[in-house]
Protein backbone atom coordinates (compact mmCIF):
# COMPACT_ATOMS: atom_id res chain seq x y z
CA UNK A 1 0.00 0.00 0.00
CA UNK A 2 1.47 3.31 -1.11
CA UNK A 3 -0.92 5.23 1.33
CA UNK A 4 -2.07 7.05 -2.06
CA UNK A 5 -5.64 5.89 -1.92
CA UNK A 6 -6.62 6.19 2.00
CA UNK A 7 -10.17 4.41 2.48
CA UNK A 8 -12.55 5.97 4.62
CA UNK A 9 -16.29 4.25 5.93
CA UNK A 10 -18.76 6.18 3.91
CA UNK A 11 -20.53 6.54 7.37
CA UNK A 12 -18.24 8.43 9.46
CA UNK A 13 -15.24 8.82 7.68
CA UNK A 14 -12.83 7.03 9.87
CA UNK A 15 -9.72 5.55 7.74
CA UNK A 16 -10.21 1.65 7.18
CA UNK A 17 -7.90 -0.32 9.73
CA UNK A 18 -8.75 -3.81 7.48
CA UNK A 19 -11.04 -5.16 9.35
CA UNK A 20 -14.88 -5.76 8.25
CA UNK A 21 -16.40 -3.14 10.25
CA UNK A 22 -15.87 0.14 10.39
CA UNK A 23 -13.51 0.63 14.04
CA UNK A 24 -15.23 3.91 14.83
CA UNK A 25 -19.08 3.50 14.14
CA UNK A 26 -19.35 -0.49 13.25
CA UNK A 27 -20.54 -0.12 9.79
CA UNK A 28 -20.50 -3.27 8.02
CA UNK A 29 -17.80 -2.34 5.17
CA UNK A 30 -17.29 -5.59 3.88
CA UNK A 31 -18.79 -5.08 0.38
CA UNK A 32 -17.43 -2.19 0.10
CA UNK A 33 -14.46 -3.60 0.66
CA UNK A 34 -15.00 -6.34 -2.07
CA UNK A 35 -15.69 -3.31 -4.29
CA UNK A 36 -12.07 -2.12 -3.83
CA UNK A 37 -10.56 -5.36 -4.43
CA UNK A 38 -12.32 -6.03 -7.42
CA UNK A 39 -11.60 -2.31 -9.09
CA UNK A 40 -7.54 -2.97 -8.08
CA UNK A 41 -7.82 -5.93 -9.93
CA UNK A 42 -9.81 -4.77 -13.04
CA UNK A 43 -6.66 -2.01 -12.82
CA UNK A 44 -4.25 -4.56 -12.77
CA UNK A 45 -6.02 -6.51 -15.75
CA UNK A 46 -6.24 -2.86 -18.04
CA UNK A 47 -2.44 -2.05 -17.22
CA UNK A 48 -1.29 -6.07 -18.23
CA UNK A 49 -3.45 -5.38 -21.46
CA UNK A 50 -2.13 -2.02 -22.32
CA UNK A 51 1.08 -3.96 -22.06
CA UNK A 52 -0.24 -6.27 -24.52
CA UNK A 53 -0.71 -3.82 -26.71
CA UNK A 54 -4.80 -4.24 -26.36
CA UNK A 55 -5.91 -0.59 -25.40
CA UNK A 56 -9.46 -0.52 -26.16
CA UNK A 57 -9.57 -3.30 -23.81
CA UNK A 58 -7.47 -1.98 -21.24
CA UNK A 59 -10.23 0.58 -21.60
CA UNK A 60 -13.41 -0.97 -20.37
CA UNK A 61 -11.46 -2.77 -17.47
CA UNK A 62 -10.28 0.62 -16.15
CA UNK A 63 -13.79 2.08 -16.73
CA UNK A 64 -15.16 -0.75 -14.74
CA UNK A 65 -12.78 -0.23 -12.39
CA UNK A 66 -13.49 3.41 -12.07
CA UNK A 67 -16.88 2.79 -11.94
CA UNK A 68 -16.44 0.85 -8.63
CA UNK A 69 -13.97 2.47 -6.94
CA UNK A 70 -12.67 5.64 -8.63
CA UNK A 71 -8.89 6.85 -7.86
CA UNK A 72 -6.45 9.24 -9.69
CA UNK A 73 -4.27 6.40 -10.96
CA UNK A 74 -7.49 4.98 -12.71
CA UNK A 75 -8.19 8.17 -13.96
CA UNK A 76 -4.48 8.47 -15.12
CA UNK A 77 -4.24 4.94 -16.65
CA UNK A 78 -8.26 5.35 -18.58
CA UNK A 79 -6.58 8.66 -20.00
CA UNK A 80 -3.58 6.59 -21.02
CA UNK A 81 -5.40 3.54 -22.52
CA UNK A 82 -7.53 6.62 -24.45
CA UNK A 83 -4.64 8.28 -25.92
CA UNK A 84 -3.24 4.97 -27.13
CA UNK A 85 -4.11 4.54 -30.77
CA UNK A 86 -6.51 1.32 -31.42
CA UNK A 87 -5.01 -0.12 -33.90
CA UNK A 88 -5.15 -3.97 -32.70
CA UNK A 89 -4.54 -6.55 -35.55
CA UNK A 90 -2.13 -4.12 -37.52
CA UNK A 91 0.77 -5.21 -35.41
CA UNK A 92 3.07 -7.43 -38.36
CA UNK A 93 6.44 -7.39 -39.76
CA UNK A 94 5.69 -5.98 -43.13
CA UNK A 95 9.43 -5.78 -44.26
CA UNK A 96 10.46 -5.81 -48.00
CA UNK A 97 10.15 -8.55 -49.96
CA UNK A 98 13.36 -10.49 -49.92
CA UNK A 99 12.51 -14.19 -50.84
CA UNK A 100 15.67 -15.70 -52.88
CA UNK A 101 14.39 -16.04 -56.03
CA UNK A 102 15.40 -19.66 -57.01
CA UNK A 103 16.14 -19.64 -60.85
CA UNK A 104 17.43 -22.62 -61.62
CA UNK A 105 19.38 -22.49 -64.96
CA UNK A 106 18.21 -25.08 -66.42
CA UNK A 107 21.47 -27.16 -66.92
CA UNK A 108 22.27 -29.95 -70.21
CA UNK A 109 22.79 -32.46 -68.54
CA UNK A 110 22.58 -34.66 -71.72
CA UNK A 111 25.99 -35.73 -72.97
CA UNK A 112 25.63 -37.23 -75.54
CA UNK A 113 27.59 -39.90 -76.83
ZN1 LIG B 1 -17.53 4.37 10.35
Do not use: I, W, Y
Not at 35 to 63: D, F
Request: aromatic letters at 2%; hydrophobic letters at 35%; glycine letters at 10%.
Amino acid sequence: MTGAEELRCPVCRAPFRGTGDCSRCGADLRRLMRLVVRARAARQAARRALVAGHPSRALGLVRLAQNCHPTPAGTRLASLSALVPHSEGTVGNTGPDRRPKSSSPTRGSVFGA
